[in-house]
């Protein structure tokens, strides 16, 4: 594997109408593992599942998709759920998780990545709860200086009980951290009141070589240490659903880098702005595609390349 993922693994239940359900594989890092998967990374998944139903169709999902398994547990406790209901300029969402068999991925010894592995991601609700959230930060400092270390928080703030300690934590988290990808919507959670690029620049001053924050269907922009940002527009398209393209966009980031060879945290600042030009609009472009079909649905390589009218 040459892109990781650590974190939770769960359906998505996204309404069709009032009580009604149809349900999806989900969680942040898992839709991302299947995006970079698709988008033709060699990409492995660390998480624990349930040998319920639901825990099978998960575990079914990502093999179905090419990712590589042989990292996850399994358990007998319940799959986490989640319900989702589509409203006017976001999502609502419920949460049903309280011992689930995601958050209670705590191997000792923690596992080992192999070699060749260059990145790893974290973030999202895998980070709100124990065992599995100290585990993992144990993870990533293990691997930090080993791969670059990617973080989406991907904020829930209806599951974070004590914002303050929420942020002290994330600080603490950005120490590990060589890209960060978040939405504007993370910079209200976690910096409240203060401009995205004045957290931006206050993050890259925290460890991170790069930040990137997304603005939906305004595009997303690029901030780096010491030189001016760089924009990208979202291309448009007919919007069907949003659910995992934040997810989509965080894949993009990573193959795309990963195909112009970048494997070391260094080379995300020296990286020349052409090639960040393009690793942009290449992620921007696969968030753009999964917006055209319901749930988090990312596109595949070819589909990507030939929506950007770029030859393979």
Not at 20 to 48: D, E, I, K, M, W
Not at 191 to 216: F, I, K, M
Not at 298 to 303: A, C, F, G, I, T
């Amino acid at each position: 594997m040459r892109i990781a993922l650590v974190g939770e693994a769960l359906i998505d239940f996204t309404s069709t109408g009032p009580l009604a359900f149809q349900g999806h594989a989900g969680g942040s890092p898992l839709n991302t593992a299947v995006a970079c998967a698709r988008l033709g990374a060699p990409t492995g998944y660390l998480t624990q599942l349930s040998t319920d139903l639901f825990g099978e169709a998960l575990l079914r999902h990502l093999q179905e998709n090419g990712v590589d398994t042989r990292l996850v547990l399994r358990t007998g406790a319940h799959t986490t759920l989640a319900f989702v209901e589509h409203a006017p300029g976001t999502n609502r969402y419920v949460f049903l998780r309280e011992g689930t068999a995601d958050v209670g991925w705590s191997p000792r010894p923690l596992p080992e990545l192999p070699r060749e592995t260059a990145f790893l991601h974290f973030g999202s609700i895998s980070l709100l709860a124990d065992p599995a959230a100290t585990a993992i930060g144990e993870f990533v400092a293990a691997n930090a200086g080993k791969r670059i270390v990617v973080l989406d928080p991907n904020c829930r703030t209806s599951l974070i009980p004590d914002l303050a300690a929420y942020r002290a934590r994330f600080a603490r988290w950005l120490a590990s951290t060589d890209l960060l990808k978040l939405s504007d919507e993370d910079v209200e959670t976690l910096a409240p009141g203060v401009p995205p690029g004045q957290a931006a620049d206050g993050w890259l001053a925290a460890g991170p070589r790069a930040v990137v924050v997304t603005y939906g269907a305004s595009g997303a922009i690029l901030h780096r240490a010491g030189k001016k940002t760089m924009s990208v527009s979202a291309p448009p398209v007919a919007v069907v659903d949003t659910i995992g393209a934040g997810d989509t966009f965080t894949a993009g980031l990573s193959t795309s880098l990963l195909q112009r060879g970048v494997e070391r945290a260094e080379q995300l600042a020296s990286m020349p702005d052409e090639g960040w030009h393009e690793v942009l609009r290449f992620a921007a472009a696969a968030a753009a595609l999964n917006c055209t079909r319901a749930g988090a649905n990312p596109p595949r390589l070819n589909e990507v390349l030939a929506f950007l009218g770029w030859a393979r």
